[in-house]
């Protein structure tokens, strides 16, 4: 008996089952595993969200109105406004949390600077991180139990008077 020796047409069977399950190693695997993704990534995430809502708060200088992309999902809450090349100023992002719970944002693959404005359970502005940093990977914590975080392009809460104490309306807040 010879134990090693492998003939050629044993060589060739070999070679033949290491290619076939090669290969199909390579079609189980997703394309983004394997190929260099940062361009559809991007423009995928950069595309709007398809639901649309409306956030209006109550200021000292009086109402300002803001249609939002709800970021519902966790895929969308994660994604956010990441890969946005800009926003209008009376654009932004709505972030639910049900139940409220404690919350921090980071900017990481934000391309924009963002206020992002943290609303209590009772629907007033808790906290707000102004023009936060775009690709800064600090979390920016909300300093408190929040039902939802409203994403604007940075700088409009200064330019439009927004404090901490203002009523936020939307359907997600109580009424009152």
């Known amino acids: 008996m010879r134990v090693g020796l492998i003939t050629n047409t044993g060589r060739r069977a070999l070679a033949l089952a290491v290619f076939a399950l090669a290969t199909s190693a390579l079609v189980a ?29 109550i200021t000292s200088r009086g109402r300002v109105k803001f249609t939002v992309e709800l970021a519902i999902t966790k895929a969308e809450q994660e994604r956010g406004l990441m890969f946005r090349k ?20 980071w900017m990481k693959n934000t391309l924009i600077p963002l206020d992002i404005i943290y609303i209590a359970p009772d629907g007033r502005v808790l906290s707000i991180a102004r023009n936060a940093v775009p690709h800064d990977e600090t979390p920016i914590p909300s300093g408190g139990v929040i039902r939802g975080v409203l994403e604007i ?21 109580p009424k009152g």
Do not use: C, H
């Open 86 to 105: 800009s926003l209008a100023p009376d654009r932004g992002m709505l972030f639910p949390y049900n139940p409220p719970q404690r919350a921090a944002f």
């Open 153 to 173: 392009p940075g700088g409009r809460a200064a330019q439009l008077g927004i404090l901490p104490g203002d009523r936020v309306l939307n359907k997600i807040f």
């Open 29 to 57: 695997v997703p394309a983004q595993a394997w190929q260099a993704r940062p361009k559809p990534a991007a423009a995928a995430a950069a595309k709007p969200s398809a639901k649309l809502d409306t956030v209006e708060i």
